[in-house]
């Protein structure tokens, strides 16, 4: 459902949108420190 909610940009997941985001954000903060790390 998440992803539906992410794709759907005109739907009424308005929310989905903004956690899809928050997600990938998260991600690549997470592979950026990794790269740091390492």
């Known amino acids: 459902?998440?992803?539906c909610?992410?794709?759907g940009y005109?739907?009424?997941y308005g929310?989905?949108?903004n956690f899809?985001?928050?997600v990938v954000l998260f991600i690549?903060?997470?592979i950026v420190g990794a790269?740091?790390?390492c």
Do not use: H, P, S, V
């Open 10 to 12: 005109g739907g009424g």
């Open 20 to 22: 899809a985001l928050i």
């Open 28 to 30: 690549l903060l997470i």
């Open 1 to 3: 459902m998440g992803y």
């Open 15 to 17: 929310y989905g949108n």
């Open 5 to 7: 909610g992410g794709y």
């Open 35 to 37: 790269a740091f790390y």
